[in-house]
């Protein structure tokens, strides 16, 4: 199947700073990625779509300005926790389609953990 | 408004012993039903897409039938390393967002 990877797999940072968190499609080309959060025994809940060369949308509840993403090329997409605050620790995942939305291909997730 | 539930939340089967797995969704202008497993602390793995009522689709020990209410995962004879989190998601015609169910998690006993 294809490959997505994450970047870092897990961060621990302080209450206040950024992270960022990059999603590549390493044997795909994507123009859409999305981005997931997961609790610890929970479902993964959609935050938002990266678009490449636009601006990404994102689901109701979650904060643009908190949540940063760019898709500046066609295989990577990042996310940054701006300010990030305990609340905000969680396992992001990312995912990209291939092949007409036919398949989508999750990352292996990262870790956060905010202190 | 779109819902996707599974059943049941845990299952613990022996080695051998076969089961299924349920989803039922709710959801306008069905696109597309995925199934994924997930490890501990690992991303989803892709395992099927099924498109249309009546669709099965195999993979070793699995299969997966749809209908238009509810999605089953077969699994036949499992082994200790099928031990997993199994997701379904479901994909609006409108849109290409998945809607992920809360997941089975299965514990297969040697």
């Known amino acids: 199947g294809a490959v997505v990877s994450q970047h870092p797999s897990r961060v621990i940072c302080k209450s206040g700073t950024s992270v960022k968190i990059e999603c590549r499609s390493l044997?795909?080309?994507?123009?859409?990625m999305f981005w997931y959060r997961q609790f610890p025994k929970q479902s993964l809940m959609l935050m938002a779509t990266?678009?490449?060369?636009?601006?990404?949308?994102?689901e109701q509840g979650v904060e643009k300005d908190k949540f940063l993403i760019n898709h500046a090329s066609l295989t990577l997409s990042t996310l940054t926790v701006t300010s990030a605050h305990p609340e905000d620790s969680s396992f992001y995942i990312c995912?990209?389609?291939?092949?007409?939305?036919?398949?989508?291909?999750f990352g292996p997730g990262t870790r956060l953990t905010v202190l | 408004e779109d819902q996707v539930t599974q059943s049941p939340e845990a299952l613990r089967l022996q080695e051998g012993e076969s089961s299924s797995l349920n989803c039922s969704y709710t959801?306008?202008?069905?696109?597309?039903l995925f199934w994924y497993r997930q490890d501990p602390g690992k991303g989803p793995e892709f395992l099927f897409t099924?498109?249309?009522a009546g669709e099965e689709k195999e993979k070793e020990r699995l299969k997966a039938t749809l209908t238009k209410k509810e999605s089953f995962l077969h699994i036949t004879a499992p082994k200790p390393e099928d031990s997993a989190t199994y997701l379904c998601?479901?994909?609006?015609?409108?849109?290409?967002?998945?809607?992920f169910g809360t997941g089975t998690l299965l514990a297969v006993q040697p």
């Open positions: 990266s678009n490449e060369g636009s601006k990404a949308t994102y």
């Open positions: 099924l498109y249309s």
């Open positions: 998601a479901v994909q609006r015609g409108a849109t290409n967002k998945l809607i």
């Open positions: 995912s990209a389609p291939r092949d007409s939305y036919n398949e989508q291909f």
């Open positions: 959801v306008s202008g069905l696109r597309g």
């Open positions: 044997d795909f080309q994507a123009t859409t």
